[in-house]
């Protein structure tokens, strides 16, 4: 009994000195970029060396990816509201709100992904292609037969949903220059949700269900 205790306790330090890790190098891909950040600069941020860090990550690239992976994890875990939902007002609205409260929430995972995206994913371009496409089109198909059923109007959905995600991804890596604009020293929550209600008016009104 006590060596399955010992065992577990291991694991869950294990994984806590992993969040750690994924959290600094998150925070510094995010303010330097892939280029810009060393495996000493990461280790030394937590307290550590570079030496134990390489016990979690062998290289910098394997980190790299490993802060994309969860990054993307959590992108994608709470995008379900379209494929699962049959109202497509009330579908698409869960959608935007849960985009625009990720760009607040995860605003330095965000700009990691959009900087690895805007350099032509030199390192993620298999798992968006494996991961991230399956998903858009699952969601296309819906969208497509919502359109079939005369719920919406039959637009260029893939287009709209570029525009949706660029939209939202604005407030992750642009927040400060709209506080700047705004003459406030950070967006509130407030902030987001306000954006996240006029995109929807937006995109309903595109797809005519609302007067």
Excluded: C
């Excluded at 994984?15 to 280029?35: C, M, P, R, V, Y």
């Excluded at 709470?78 to 007002?89: F, K, L, R, T």
């Excluded at 995860?106 to 991961?131: L, M, N």
């Amino acid at each position: 009994m006590a060596t399955l205790i010992d065992k577990k306790t291991v694991s869950q330090r294990r994984t806590e000195k992993q969040n750690s890790i994924l959290d600094a190098a998150e925070e510094q891909f995010a303010i330097h970029g892939f280029n810009g950040v060393s495996l000493e600069s990461i280790a030394s941020s937590i307290g550590m060396t570079r030496h134990s860090l390489l016990y979690y990550y062998s290289t910098k690239e394997q980190l790299y990816i490993a802060v994309l992976d969860r990054v993307l994890e959590l992108w994608l875990e709470d995008m379900n509201s379209i494929s699962v939902g049959d109202d497509p007002e009330q579908a698409l609205s869960q959608y935007i709100a849960v985009k625009m409260r990720f760009s607040h929430d995860q605003p330095s995972g965000s700009k990691v992904f959009t900087q690895e995206v805007s350099a032509g994913a030199p390192y993620y371009k298999d798992a968006i292609e494996q991961r991230v496409k399956p998903v858009l089109e699952r969601d296309l198909s819906t969208l497509k037969i919502w359109a079939e059923q005369g719920k919406i109007q039959n637009i260029d959905f893939m287009h709209m949903m570029f525009l949706i995600w660029a939209a939202t991804q604005a407030y992750a890596d642009l927040a400060p220059q709209f506080a700047i604009l705004m003459g406030k020293e950070k967006m509130a929550l407030e902030d987001y949700d306000n954006a996240s209600k006029l995109l929807t008016q937006w995109v309903l009104l595109g797809l005519r269900l609302q007067s």
